[in-house]
């Protein structure tokens, strides 16, 4: 057997199923031994970029990891994007490369990059020096990658090994790791007692608590102290939004209200995230007496978070969480109270805009018919742009696997592919791919990995004929033209794009054609495109919350 097929064993052994990618003349031999077993599937994406955001996609509406394989060079450059989309979001996958053989390295063979290149992108960059240890670096990086804090993590193979006889790799045996460190008792029982003594404390909930499976374990806080909760952008859907202690999202834009109640509580329990800049808008918000949990120690205090707690642990947030359960008495706070009026004010601010009727609607009314038409179950990707910041802000999502959009690094283009690898992840919920038509414009080519694949997934496109968000704040802030970066000489008819690619697609302009089309796409059980037609002139989100 040679090291190929070895290296194609392990992921199946690891319960690894799928592998996104494109094939090329260095990574042959593993697409040989994919082929050979009916244990892994192959996703053939048409770009580089889309097989990360994919794979991304895939781990973040599961509890599983995938794999990436591409060519060096051009290939594993064009995966750095997705890569570092993974890595700020906690994302564990394993990204497979080849790598020059060692006796040209440094020659300038096809594709050759330094190693070093790709450092700074994932969490572990692994350079396989020999054939003998290349099955152990591809056993130890699935288990790095798994290890919290979560992340990508890079192997690179040369192409001369995958032909070497497997019976020359060393043996290796399980990787023994401590997946969450335990909690310090007198650290938690301090926590306890902090949060059982405030009398008006709230909680700000992130993406950990989706990685650590936590929800009910937060929902049981949240009612036990009655403190409402409020979600990161990559906390969404870790609380469901039709609860009564929902509070509203946490985000750079967020509105008076949200900043209000946050900084009137007297104690901000903020578990599973990094509180970072985009956040927290460069730490502007009064975050009283606060307590903070998170797995990685660096997201403690200094550069990369602008916050001095009050109390701060790294620990597991559902080991944290169950303990809390079992300490923590039921409060008297008027959480619901609390939360109702942040709601009832951000929903008052967003109505003159979600009542629209009269073509071209805003993206705040087409995403409210959108959240009508499909069904609660249904898994969101949401892109970078406009109409992702207004879905963060009026789109409700109920459960943690039922909505992906990125965090800190926001590329566009993510959306599409994002929604391939969730609906590979999960074949029998629906999913929608909500996205611009510039973030669309980045990864288009992957209408056409969705219906070569298979992949039935409902691509709503908001086509404004603009970069709008980039084009409003260059009239705003620099008395730039007007939709000085549309196209409105050069429209696109996204429909007959998707048609020349194989798909079905339906264009929507009005409240009905929009149900219609969901609808129908949603029934047809075959990748589908809708295209909706909204107004370039728009508000932009932030400064609507923020002035209303």
């Not at 973040?60 to 051009?74: C, E, H, K, Y």
Request: a negative charge; hydrophobic letters at 40%.
């Amino acid at each position: 057997m040679a090291i190929s097929d070895a290296v194609i064993d392990l992921l199946v052994q690891k319960e690894i199923n799928t592998v996104f990618g494109i094939p090329g003349t260095q990574t042959l031999p593993l697409n040989k031994a994919i082929e050979a077993t009916d244990e892994l599937r192959h996703i053939m994406a048409r770009h580089e970029t889309a097989v990360s955001h994919q794979a991304w996609g895939y781990t973040q509406t599961s509890d599983r990891m995938a794999t990436t394989l591409v060519v060096p060079g051009p290939g594993d450059m064009n995966a750095m994007n997705g890569l570092k989309n993974a890595l700020n979001d906690n994302a564990p996958l394993l990204h497979l490369s080849i790598e020059t053989d060692p006796e040209i390295r440094g020659g300038d063979g096809i594709h050759e990059t330094p190693h070093d290149t790709y450092d700074n992108v994932v969490k572990e960059n692994i350079l396989v020096e020999t054939p003998e240890s290349t099955i152990a670096a591809v056993a130890e990086a699935i288990d790095i990658a798994q290890t919290p804090p979560q992340g990508p993590v890079r192997v690179g193979i040369p192409r001369s090994f995958l032909g070497t006889d497997e019976e020359k790799a060393a043996a290796i045996g399980s990787w023994d790791c401590e997946r969450t460190p335990s909690l310090p008792t007198a650290a938690v029982k301090e926590l306890t007692a902090l949060l059982a003594n405030s009398t008006s404390p709230a909680i700000i909930a992130g993406g950990g608590v989706r990685i650590a499976d936590a929800s009910q374990e937060l929902r049981t806080v949240a009612e036990t102290l009655s403190a409402p909760v409020f979600v990161t952008t990559k906390g969404k859907g870790v609380f469901p939004e039709d609860h009564p202690l929902f509070a509203g999202v946490l985000w750079g834009g967020a509105s008076a209200a949200v900043r209000d109640e946050l900084a009137a509580s007297d104690a901000t329990f903020a578990i599973g995230s990094d509180l970072d800049a985009v956040a927290t808008n460069k730490w502007e918000f009064d975050l009283p007496n606060l307590l903070h949990v998170t797995l990685d120690r660096d997201d403690i205090g200094g550069s990369r978070n602008g916050y001095d707690p009050q109390f701060s642990l790294i620990a597991d947030a559902k080991a944290v969480l169950e303990y809390l359960n079992e300490a923590l008495d039921n409060d008297t706070a008027r959480g619901e109270t609390r939360a109702e009026t942040v709601r009832t004010a951000e929903a008052a601010a967003v109505e003159p805009l979600r009542t629209v009727d009269e073509p071209p609607l805003n993206s705040v009314a087409a995403l409210n018919v959108v959240r009508e038409a499909v069904p609660r179950e249904t898994i969101i990707t949401a892109d970078a742009g406009g109409s992702r910041l207004w879905t963060v802000v009026t789109f409700d999502v109920y459960d943690s696997h039922s909505y992906v959009n990125p965090g800190s690094w926001a590329s566009m283009g993510t959306g599409l592919p994002a929604a391939i690898g969730a609906k590979v992840a999960n074949p029998d919920r629906p999913v929608v791919s909500l996205i611009g038509d510039g973030g669309l414009m980045m990864c288009l080519h992957e209408l056409h990995t969705a219906v070569a694949e298979g992949v039935d997934v409902v691509t709503v496109v908001f086509n404004n004929g603009d970069y709008a968000i980039i084009s409003d704040g260059a009239t705003s802030e620099f008395g730039i033209r007007s939709q000085a970066y549309g196209w409105e000489k050069a429209p696109i008819d996204f429909t007959t794009v998707a048609t020349g690619l194989g798909m079905e697609s339906f264009s929507a302009r009005t409240r009905e054609e929009i149900s219609s089309a969901i609808s129908t796409a949603l029934s047809r059980d075959k990748p589908t495109l809708v295209e909706i037609t909204t107004d370039p002139l728009e508000p932009q989100t932030a400064e609507w919350m923020r002035d209303h």
